[in-house]
């Protein structure tokens, strides 16, 4: 497995296609309300990446139509947005990519609309809440596959479940590169693989389900729920391992 190592130079040039991202989604978190439309939506992410001077980094990859995979209730991943206008007590995820001069930033965030039920309120704190506690204990040395198990204990303990057979991911000149990172353990020694090395940039992403994280893929090919049908969260942040810890690239502004 050949993963990639990114010098100071460029890690910079994927933080700032990420900065995009964040800002594209620090902009979502301000229209989600119920009556607009998941279209509308993927308007507002595409026109931001492109007045940024960046490229939609999903619209066309492996097909995909949009700028923003918008994933409703029960939809986990890859929604493709439509007419359907939100309502009050939905939870959304949208999860936007960018290119920047070749380089690039994806991130995703799960939003209610209006007031939700405290059972969606704690699907969507595991996923916020499993993603930064793999970020917090994220170091160099250390296995990818003692990531993928703390998180998967985590989502276990708030009472959830992973989704299964989709992962978190390397980036940089590619939008998705080598490792993948799924959000449990193959096999029993969490000690094996990989390790973590500084200059390695990756995506971490729980996509929590509540009850069966047995996926199901719709007709469209694209939009993923879980075999329970129950609803789902998905968050998601870039980050590179700078000084042996792990650094949030798709932010804003530096994370408190």
């Known amino acids: 497995m050949a993963i990639n190592l990114y010098s100071p130079a460029q890690i910079d040039k994927i933080r700032a296609a990420n900065k995009i991202v964040a800002k594209a989604l620090d902009h979502v978190s301000t229209i989600i309300k119920p ?53 009050e007590g939905d939870i ?56 993928i198990y703390e998180i998967e204990k985590f989502i276990l303990a708030r009472g959830f479940v992973p989704l299964r057979g989709f992962c978190g991911h390397g980036i940089g000149k590619r939008p998705h590169e080598e490792p993948e990172i799924p959000n449990y353990l193959e096999g029993n020694n969490p000690k094996a693989g990989p390790k973590i090395k500084n200059g390695m940039v990756f ?21 993923t729920t879980s075999k329970d049908g129950l609803r789902t969260s998905h968050y998601e942040h870039c980050m590179a391992v700078i000084n042996g810890r792990a650094e949030v690239l798709s932010v804003d502004k530096v994370l408190p």
Request: hydrophobic share 40%; proline share 4%.
């Open 203 to 223: 995506c971490v992403e729980p996509m929590i389900c509540q009850k069966d994280g047995t996926p199901v893929v719709g007709a469209d090919k694209w939009k």
């Open 35 to 87: 009556g607009i439309s998941l279209l509308e939506i993927d308007k507002v992410v595409e026109d931001i990446i492109r007045s940024n001077g960046a490229k939609p980094a999903f619209k066309g990859l492996y097909g995909f139509p949009n700028a923003a995979c918008i994933s409703v209730n029960e939809v986990v991943i890859h929604g493709i947005p439509n007419d359907y206008r939100l309502q």
């Open 92 to 147: 959304v995820s949208v999860d936007v990519g960018s290119n920047l001069d070749g380089f690039f930033g994806d991130s995703a965030r799960t939003f209610g609309v209006g007031e939700i039920s405290q059972q969606d309120k704690d699907l969507i704190a595991c996923g916020k809440d499993a993603l930064y506690f793999a970020i917090d204990f994220i170091e160099a040395g250390m296995h990818f596959k003692q990531v």
